[in-house]
């Protein structure tokens, strides 16, 4: 089943680009990029949400008990400065470069490149098919990452993702995993620091303020990408688990899941057309995609790429 929420666009039915894996082969013989990882214990916790708030058809729930071994993941998303690292040793060519194209806000680029945008997606309108738009230049040709090295890289799709974890030695996260990572140590919360979207009237997490699609005022401070150490960490020292950037997963996107009594370190299906995205990101909103919640999720296929869609990644422990 194909999956995407209302603020990630999809290239659904275009052809593949395959990935240059075989360039990597090189340069996959040590962990990189490991002092910002934290060591999470696994065990048991309570995986999914059933409250009303949520998307039911998502496969948000049930509510299930998930054990999980120890793990180890990044503390903050992979950022510009990391992924620059990756391409300038690999000469890795991303999908979006391949493709020529990519996914951007309507609000971000310049009005030079909306003049020559051709194409909007059918259903979300505000994601303009942007000729030139990549990971090295978020909003078009006319944009760069110079002053967002510590951002969040974006306009990677899941096999860019996978690409850049075998560099590093490292892998994607699982959804359990990711998810049992972002509650921090926290049991059955809405969100990665409890139940209330504000604490003290702050907000916690770069989302979007005002009304969708046309205003966002801008009141957590960002129109788009945050830098990844924004906000407060959560109990595991996790940032922007909530908000800023979708982060793939590697499971296979299912409405349905497990029925054992206990799930044993679940990995999604065998097979499928989207993989799980989490977290939501700087375009989510209440009033029509919330997504932003610890038990929220969506997909969207492997080649896929947008303004808002990043990673993290994750590592085993011995």
Partial sequence: MEKTSCCAAS??????????????????????HNEDM???????????????EGFPKDGEGPVRKVRLQP???????????QFKEFVDETGYVTEAEKFGWSFVFHLLPS????????NVVHGVPWWLVVEGANWKKPEGPDSNIKKRLDHPVVHVSWNDAVAYCNWAGKRLPTEA?????????????????????????????????????????EDDGFLATAPVDSFKPNGFGLYNVAGNVWEWCSDWFS?????????????????GTAKVMKGGSYLCHKSYCNRYRVAARTGN??????????????ADVQ
């Fill in 11 to 32: 290239r659904r039915n275009v052809t593949n680009v395959s990935t240059d894996i075989e360039v990597l082969e090189k340069h996959t013989k040590k962990q990189r």
């Fill in 38 to 52: 934290v060591t999470l214990p696994g065990g048991d916790f309570f995986m999914g949400t059933e409250d009303k």
């Fill in 71 to 81: 793990f180890a993941i990044d503390r903050y998303s992979v950022t510009n400065r």
């Fill in 111 to 118: 009005k030079a490149v909306k003049k020559r945008v051709k």
């Fill in 177 to 217: 995993e990711w998810e049992y990572a972002a509650r921090g140590g926290l049991e059955s919360k809405t969100y990665p620091w409890g139940n209330d979207l504000l604490e003290d009237e702050i907000h916690q997490c770069n989302i979007w303020q005002g009304e969708f699609p046309m205003k966002n005022t």
């Fill in 255 to 271: 409405p349905n899941h497990p029925t054992e009594e206990v799930v044993l370190s679940p990995k999604g299906p065998s097979k």
């Fill in 301 to 314: 296929t492997p080649d896929s790429s947008t303004g808002n869609i990043g990673f993290r990644c994750v």
